[in-house]
C-alpha cells in the first residue's frame, strides 16, 4: 500500500524531469550548434526534484546543472515545497499590511513573485566552455508596479562578481518589458556558475512573461572574452594588502605630534579607505589608489603645522579686515564711520589673535565682518539723511540769497529811477 502511494509522487517526477530534459531545444548557429534552455525548463526540473522528494532541487544534464534559487546573492536558498497556485515556493513568508502572509518567493514556469529585499535567480553550471546568450524573445503586457532589475552574476566558488544588469522603470501603460530588453553576452569557463538574478523594489511583486532563456554553444566560445577569475583574486588579495599597509602607514605616525581631532581624522581615512577597497571596481589602478590615499594622510597636519597654518590664517583675517577700512576710505565714508569701522577691527584683531583653532579663528572672523556690515549700513544712512538735510539747507539758503539779492537790485533800479527823474 505504502509503495501504491508514493507511486503518483514517482510518476509526477519522472514525467516532469523528462519535461525539463526534453525542453532543450537545438538550433543551428553561425559557426557551430547551440541549445537552448528556457526559464521554463529550469522551473520544470526543480518541480520534479521537490516532488520526488529529492535533498535538493540541483537538477543535471550530461552539458550543464541547473537550479532556480530565492533570497540574495550573499544567500541564496534552495525552493522547498510545491504550491498548487504558484508551482514553487518556499517555506518562508512575509507579513502584508493586508495582515496576508506569502511566501518570500515563489514561481510557477511563466510566473514568479518576490518579496522586496529577496530575488529569484537561475543557475546554470556547464560542464565545457561556452557562450552564453541570455535572451527575451517576446515582451511583458502585465508588468508589476514597480521598478525591476535584471543582473548577471559569475562565481567561481570563491568570487561573485556582477557582469551585466538593467533596471527597467515601473510603467502602467505600456508593455512593461520589451522584446530584447534582457540580451547580453557572457562567456563562461567550464565549471563557473551563472546566475540570473530577478530583483524588484516592492514588497510581493509579481511579474509574468518574457523570462530568460539561455542560449549556449561551445563552438562560440572565446577566451579572451571570458572572466578570468586568476587575475580578478590577484586584483583582490592587492587591495586587501592595500588596506592592511595604509593602516601600518598610519600607526607608524607618532600620535603625539597630531591633535586628537587632526589623529581621529586619519583614522576616518584609513576606515573609509579600508571599505572601499573591498568593493573597488576591478580593473582600477590600486597602486594609484593607495598613493592618493597615503597624501591625505600626510596633509592631515601635525601640531607645530596646525599652529604655523593658524598663525598665517589670524594674519590673513587681519589683513581682510584691514583692507575692508582702505575700501571704505576710498569710498569718500566720513571720519565718524571710518572711526567705528576702526573700533570694530581694533576689537576683532584682539579676539582673532587670541583664537586657539581654526574653528574660534573662523567664528571671530565672522562676527566681525557681521558687526562691519552693520556699521557700513548704519554710516550708509546717516550719510543719506546727512547729505540730503545739508543740499536742503543750501538750497533754501542759497532761494533766500537768490530772492534777497533779487529784491536788493529791484530796489535799486527803483531807486536809480527815482534819481534820474529828478535830475530832468
Request: hydrophobic content about 35%; charged content about 30%.
Amino acid at each position: 500500500m505504502k509503495i501504491l502511494n508514493k507511486l503518483p509522487i514517482f510518476l509526477l517526477a519522472v514525467i516532469l524531469s523528462f519535461t525539463a530534459f526534453s525542453g532543450i531545444k537545438t538550433v543551428k548557429a553561425d559557426g557551430g550548434t547551440a541549445e537552448t534552455i528556457t526559464s521554463d525548463d529550469i522551473v520544470t526540473g526543480v518541480r520534479g526534484k521537490i516532488a520526488s522528494g529529492s535533498d535538493t532541487t540541483e537538477f543535471s544534464t550530461a552539458k550543464y546543472t541547473a537550479d532556480v534559487l530565492y533570497g540574495t546573492i550573499e544567500e541564496m536558498k534552495s525552493f522547498s515545497e510545491l504550491k498548487a497556485e504558484n508551482g514553487v515556493g518556499s517555506d518562508e513568508t512575509y507579513h502584508t499590511s493586508s495582515g496576508a502572509d506569502y511566501t518570500s518567493a515563489h514561481l510557477n514556469k511563466s510566473f514568479i513573485r518576490v518579496s522586496k529585499g529577496y530575488g529569484i535567480f537561475y543557475k546554470l553550471v556547464f560542464t565545457e566552455n561556452v557562450c552564453l546568450e541570455i535572451k527575451n524573445d517576446k515582451q511583458s503586457k502585465d508588468g508589476p508596479k514597480s521598478k525591476i532589475t535584471f543582473t548577471s552574476y559569475v562565481s567561481d566558488g570563491e568570487y561573485t562578481v556582477k557582469r551585466h544588469s538593467v533596471t527597467l522603470p515601473e510603467n502602467l501603460n505600456n508593455p512593461f518589458v520589451f522584446e530584447g530588453d534582457l540580451n547580453h553576452t557572457l562567456h563562461l569557463k567550464k565549471g563557473n556558475a551563472y546566475f540570473f538574478a530577478i530583483t524588484t523594489d516592492k514588497t510581493g511583486i509579481s511579474y509574468s512573461n518574457a523570462l530568460p532563456s539561455f542560449v549556449f554553444s561551445a563552438e562560440e566560445y572565446d577566451e579572451t572574452q571570458s572572466f578570468d577569475f586568476a587575475a580578478y583574486k590577484k586584483f583582490r588579495t592587492r587591495a586587501t594588502e592595500i588596506a592592511d599597509e595604509l593602516l601600518n602607514y598610519y600607526l607608524a605616525k607618532d600620535s603625539s605630534l597630531y591633535s586628537e581631532a587632526n589623529d581621529l581624522e586619519m583614522i576616518n581615512i584609513v576606515a573609509k579607505a579600508t571599505e572601499e577597497l573591498k568593493t573597488i571596481e576591478f580593473g582600477n589602478d590600486l597602486e594609484e589608489y593607495k598613493r592618493l590615499a597615503t597624501e591625505k594622510i600626510d596633509a592631515v597636519p601635525t601640531l607645530e603645522r596646525e599652529a604655523e597654518e593658524l598663525a598665517e590664517s589670524k594674519a590673513e583675517k587681519i589683513k581682510e579686515l584691514k583692507d575692508y577700512y582702505t575700501e571704505k576710505k576710498a569710498e569718500g565714508y566720513d571720519f565718524t564711520a571710518l572711526k567705528k569701522i576702526q573700533a570694530v577691527i581694533d576689537k576683532y584683531e584682539k579676539t582673532i589673535n587670541g583664537a586657539t583653532d581654526k574653528y574660534k579663528l573662523s567664528a571671530e572672523y565672522n562676527l566681525a565682518k557681521r558687526e562691519l556690515q552693520d556699521v557700513t549700513k548704519t554710516s550708509s544712512l546717516t550719510d543719506f539723511i546727512t547729505y540730503n538735510t545739508a543740499l536742503f539747507v543750501i538750497l533754501v539758503v542759497g532761494a533766500a540769497l537768490v530772492i534777497g539779492a533779487g529784491a536788493v537790485i529791484a530796489t535799486v533800479i527803483v531807486k536809480k529811477k527815482k534819481k534820474g527823474i529828478k535830475n530832468d
